[in-house]
């Protein structure tokens, strides 16, 4: 959820690389998928659906969305840093939190959804002096709220009726038969050896059991997850109020969840895109309509954006402060 070249546009970036041919295509193909979605979505609804819920956002929903964002935040960065420092690089929680905020700002307007991971990957690598373990961090904090989000939506679609809740056997079958292989994996390989693939699965391991599944961290990495789940639900919830959707919490909660793990797919417009569509889907295949879903959707990125900006002051003070010190 991230190379790397001149990431934010910060003083002390890291410097452009040549990227490779592949690599280039693909990041160009991601906010392509993204826009097509749109278009699709655009040409069979209309720009309705997008206008109709954002000429409704008001002050009550604007200050939901900002409290909710700075819990999620929070929770988030605090995350952030039991897994930072159980790969034994520190991180101040004042200073994750402000990290976490920028990228967040970064993720919700530019394109591809993790671009400001990637910056606070390479710049927290940077301040502790090893970029590797720092992008290492990001990722499995990543990976831990994706599986916690994952977990949840499981427990929750086969609770409350959905449009996916004939399949969700077959699927939790598939992820769980896939996890037990890479475990079982994992304890067959040995400690070193030469191949680039062994020892990225044994750094691997490593850093599951002491960045995610450590004495001290475990428990908190859990809590932090939910947490800043529930952070993102309600304030889908929120978004679906405002745009005027009068469904029950019961039929929308599964909804909202279905959009959210789209969210997940780094093929994107700031933000737009993956979410939109299946919420459009989701929507009509529960009895609602698509036009209700986008502009549920629509909203909410409308709010999430709203909810990073005090991002982009950290990300402006920055900019003001590095002059002063050359």
């Not at 992008?135 to 831990?144: E, M, P, Q, S, Y």
């Not at 959905?162 to 994996?185: D, E, H, K, Q």
């Not at 969210?263 to 209700?292: D, K």
């Amino acid at each position: 959820m991230p190379g790397e070249g001149r990431v934010g546009g910060e003083a002390g970036a890291v410097a452009p690389t040549a990227a490779p041919a592949g690599r280039n295509r693909w990041g160009w193909l991601q906010p392509a998928l993204g826009l097509a979605v749109l278009v699709g979505l655009l040409g069979w609804l209309g720009t309705g659906p997008f206008l109709a819920g954002l000429r409704l956002i008001d002050a009550a929903a604007l200050a939901a969305a900002l409290a909710l964002g700075a819990l999620s935040t929070v929770c988030v960065a605090w995350r952030w840093r039991l897994v930072a420092e159980g790969l034994g690089a520190r991180l101040p929680l004042r200073d994750a939190v402000a990290h976490t905020y920028r990228a967040i700002f970064l993720n919700a307007t530019l394109p591809g959804g993790i671009l400001g991971d990637v910056h606070r990957a390479v710049r927290h690598g940077r301040d502790v002096g090893d970029v590797g373990r720092g992008i290492r961090a990001v990722v499995w904090d990543r990976v831990a709220g994706q599986v916690v989000l994952i977990a949840v939506a499981v427990v929750l679609l086969f609770a409350f009726p959905s449009p996916v809740r004939p399949y969700l056997p077959v699927a939790t079958g598939i992820v769980v038969a896939v996890f037990v292989a890479l475990v079982l994996a994992a304890r067959l390989l040995p400690d070193s050896g030469a191949s680039r693939v062994t020892r990225t699965l044994v750094t691997a391991v490593s850093d599951v059991r002491a960045g995610l599944l450590g004495r001290r961290s475990w428990a908190g990495v859990l809590l932090a997850s939910a947490l800043a789940v529930a952070g993102h639900l309600a304030t889908f919830l929120v978004a679906a109020r405002t745009a005027g959707s009068t469904a029950p919490l019961s039929l929308l909660l599964p909804l909202t969840l279905l959009a959210l793990l789209a969210m997940g797919v780094p093929a994107n417009v700031a933000g737009f895109g993956p979410r939109e569509g299946v919420a459009a889907w989701a929507f009509a295949a529960a009895g609602l309509t698509a036009a209700e879903g986008v502009a549920t959707a629509t909203v909410y990125g409308a709010l999430v954006l709203v909810a990073s900006l005090p991002g982009a002051a950290v990300l402006l003070a920055r900019r003001v402060r590095v002059p002063a010190t050359v």
